[in-house]
């Protein structure tokens, strides 16, 4: 593996784990109180299990960003991709914003079905460039219905 490659990655990563910290602190704030008294599907996992499998996710996504990025910024290709990228990660972090912070599950519930079409996008686009880090950005893709599923039954219920 390339330097550059390396450092693009790891810039990547970074910044898709700020993010991620950033909709934590959305989350911390209602998880203990409103998220608790929300009714919940049957099938909802334990809220342990969220921060590993969205750690997980975000490095994921900075290492198929930085694979996408290295292909070169200055190509048309490149930098649709990762616009597209860059749309739907901050449509990621809004969500932890709408759904915690502001304790609005439908208007999340749109927010991420936004989502899931920018990230449906963004992989189309990133396997333009980059067929791998296309499939790097699969699980998220997956987690991102379930999610959705979820964000629907909890607005559904309550």
Known sequence: MNKDL????VLSIIICLLVGTIGSLATQSSIDNWYVGLM????SPPN???APVWITLYILMGIAAGIVWNRGF?????KTALYHFGFQLI???MWSIIFFGWQEPFLALLAIC????LVIFTIKWFRVVDRWSAALLIPYLLWLAFASALNFEIWRLN
Request: proline residues 4%; aromatic residues 26%; hydrophobic residues 55%.
């Open 6 to 9: 390396l450092v693009r990655i």
């Open 40 to 43: 919940k599907p049957s099938w």
């Open 91 to 93: 449509l990621n972090g």
């Open 114 to 117: 936004g989502l899931f079409i």
């Open 48 to 50: 342990w299990v969220f």
């Open 74 to 78: 200055y190509h048309k290709w490149v």
